[in-house]
């Protein structure tokens, strides 16, 4: 079968990667194009383009870059319409897989969504819309099937795909020789994985090193962003480890990590962590109107209670980042806190393989069609 697979950032480009390598052992005639990045190309996904082309933040950000987002909107359905695909996948991303979706549904080619957009934390309405033109939603949060059935949907949970991601991973046993490093404590600083993201959120985690002699700061850096944009860090003599997050994470002793899948990830690490968020001043304004949850980390949102502290736009100056950090460096009852938060949180995500239970799914609903 053909299936045309959408992934607008590097995480969902991940998970992506992860469902084309499950369905080429579920669909041995399968064949992938679509708009997707490094993870999912390397598995096989044929490009009309990459999502680095594409990529915006904040409410503000995507207004400005709305001719850009147009461009490629217009440029995916027209490629879409010359595959001809059985089928159309969508992964996150939801402003642009949403308008995706009606456009597909219209020419009544099938559209699973995988990892829906996080409809339940704003505009809960949108979901509406996701279930008149999805016809296979496939979710990752434990939460999520309770919701939708608020809307008469009865949707997938099939576990989280992290646990795939990170039961592949094997530690480098020489990482510290592999990066020069000296064996001192180590905490991981996760900026994002986009540009504004880093520019936005690594002044403040530079800004700890002074008081903290005693310990080795790591920048998990990605290396589809341009190098300049960890000048500050290299300025400051912080060393930036590229694409090298899971192994950071394995010899972490804390971290500051941006909100978003990150800070799941080093919950699955057992690493203890401080999650922090900045954005321009108008898209924070607009979303603190809009978001009607409690918490902004994944961690806090399984858990339904604060299990990490969450930094948010004033709250992260470097003040209260430092006192945050001494804290799970120096405090072993709040160390332990932490960690018994992320066992709750490993109990109600659960170990499925959402990765090859979701590529069994869709083939199973396209394998009546195809014959």
């Known amino acids: 079968m053909k299936y045309y697979m959408i992934a607008g950032e590097r995480s969902g480009d991940m998970h992506l990667a992860n469902l084309l390598h499950a369905l080429k052992a579920t669909d041995q005639q399968a064949d992938f194009r679509g708009m997707g990045g490094d993870y999912s190309i390397d598995e096989g996904l044929s490009t009309v383009a990459h999502y680095d082309e594409v990529a915006l933040m904040g409410f503000v950000e995507v207004l400005l870059g709305f001719r850009k987002v147009l ?14 695909p059985d089928a159309v996948i969508l992964v996150d991303y939801g402003g642009f897989n949403l308008k995706i979706a009606k456009f597909a549904h219209e020419q ?14 704003w505009n809960q309405k949108r979901a509406y819309k996701l279930k008149k033109y999805v016809d296979h939603l496939y979710t990752i949060l434990p939460f999520e099937p309770a919701f939708f059935k608020k809307f008469g949907w009865d949707v997938y949970y099939v576990g989280n795909p992290l646990f795939d991601q990170i039961k592949k991973f094997t530690p480098h046993d020489f990482f510290h020789q592999k990066n020069e490093l000296s064996y001192k404590p ?15 959120m690594l002044e403040n985690m530079v800004g ?13 850096g990605v290396k589809n962003l341009p190098g300049e944009v960890y000048g500050l860090a290299e ?37 203890p962590q401080v999650v922090v968020y900045k954005t321009s001043s108008i898209s924070y304004a607009i979303a603190k109107r809009l978001i009607k949850v409690p918490f902004i980390s994944l961690v806090n949102l399984i858990a339904g209670k604060e299990v990490v502290r969450e930094l948010i736009q004033g709250d992260y100056n470097k003040q209260v980042l430092l006192e945050e950090l001494k804290g799970l460096l120096g405090d072993s009852q709040r160390k332990a806190a932490v960690l018994q938060g992320y066992k709750l949180v490993r109990e109600k995500i659960g170990e499925e393989k959402a990765s090859e239970k979701t590529a069994k799914l869709i083939y199973e609903t396209l394998k009546p069609i195809k014959n």
């Open 186 to 200: 180590i905490v991981a600083l996760l900026p994002g994985s986009r540009k504004q993201e880093v520019e936005n």
């Open 108 to 121: 009544g080619i099938p559209v699973h969504y995988y990892i829906p957009p996080k409809v339940w934390a």
């Open 208 to 220: 700890l090193i002074p008081a903290f002699p005693n310990v080795q700061f790591l920048i998990a």
């Open 235 to 271: 300025k400051h003599g912080i060393k930036v480890v590229f694409d090298q997050t899971y192994d950071l994470l394995h010899y972490a002793n804390a971290a500051v990590v941006t909100s978003g899948t990150a800070t799941l990830e080093t919950a699955l690490f057992n690493v």
């Open 71 to 84: 461009k490629y909107l217009r440029l995916v359905k027209h490629d879409m319409l010359a595959y001809a």
